[in-house]
């Protein structure tokens, strides 16, 4: 079974503009969560979606948005680019059964750098 | 506030000794726990996780982790380190009240000696 991608791998962009990330989940799941990783803020979450709705939400501006789409891959968005949102963006699979916790598979990451 | 607290930013080794990292957490109830590794440039593989019953859990690659309620902790221990384990190493709960909202400790960088 192949795991969870994404797309693209590394990214440059330059302040002001937006950027879309992608994240195929893993056959069959249809949680998909993202999380940046930065080295100062460490790993921190930013969405949850499942059947295409969000289901939980981190402490992130209004910039940072996301979708699912029917068959569970995800994007997210980031208008307005600002230096400081240069991470590694990690987007992560689960079955996402309602009311217990799954494990989660996490992908390879899209490295953002902003300029 | 939930929180994840890992007070070794990096630990070194020696190939062959002993390992332990150090998890602490605060939350009101007991929440699931995980740990998770990180090599260079890759995303997060998961470990062990910890749910509820016995509190020494085995996972991947030898590590093992000891939950104790009483002092919030939930240590990482491997007998035996190779230097494929230098990595990075997270700490993570999960609250048990349902949904995925992850919470990590900083993370702690393991660099093995040969």
């Known amino acids: 079974k192949a795991g969870v991608t994404q797309t693209p791998r590394y990214l440059i962009k330059t302040r002001g503009q937006q950027v879309t990330l992608s994240c195929s989940p893993i056959?069959?799941?249809?949680?998909v969560s993202w999380y940046q990783q930065t080295p100062g803020q460490g790993l921190q979450f930013l969405f949850e979606y499942f059947s295409e709705t969000q289901r939980n939400k981190g402490n992130f501006p209004g910039r940072f948005s996301g979708r699912q789409f029917s068959n569970s891959r995800s994007e997210m968005n980031v208008s307005t680019l600002e230096l400081g949102d240069s991470a590694l963006y990690l987007c992560a699979s689960s079955t996402g059964t309602s009311g217990n916790y799954n494990e989660q598979f996490f992908g390879p990451g899209t490295r953002l750098t902003v300029l | 506030a939930q929180s994840v607290t890992q007070p070794d930013i990096h630990i070194t080794v020696s190939e062959g000794a002993s390992l332990e990292l150090r998890c602490n957490y605060s939350?009101?109830?007991?929440?699931?726990l995980f740990w998770y590794v990180q090599s260079p440039g890759q995303g997060l593989q998961l470990l062990l996780k910890?749910?509820?019953?016995?509190?020494l859990v085995q996972g991947i690659k030898g590590f093992e982790a000891e939950f104790k309620r009483s002092q919030s902790s939930f240590n990482l221990r491997k007998p035996s380190v190779h230097w494929s384990d230098a990595a990075e190493y997270f700490c993570?709960?999960?609250?048990?009240?349902?949904?995925?909202?992850?919470?990590f400790g900083a993370g702690t960088r393991l660099f093995v000696k040969a």
């Open positions: 910890y749910f509820s019953g016995d509190t």
């Open positions: 056959s069959g799941h249809r949680s």
């Open positions: 939350y009101g109830a007991t929440p699931y």
């Open positions: 993570a709960v999960v609250p048990n009240t349902g949904g995925f909202k992850t919470i």
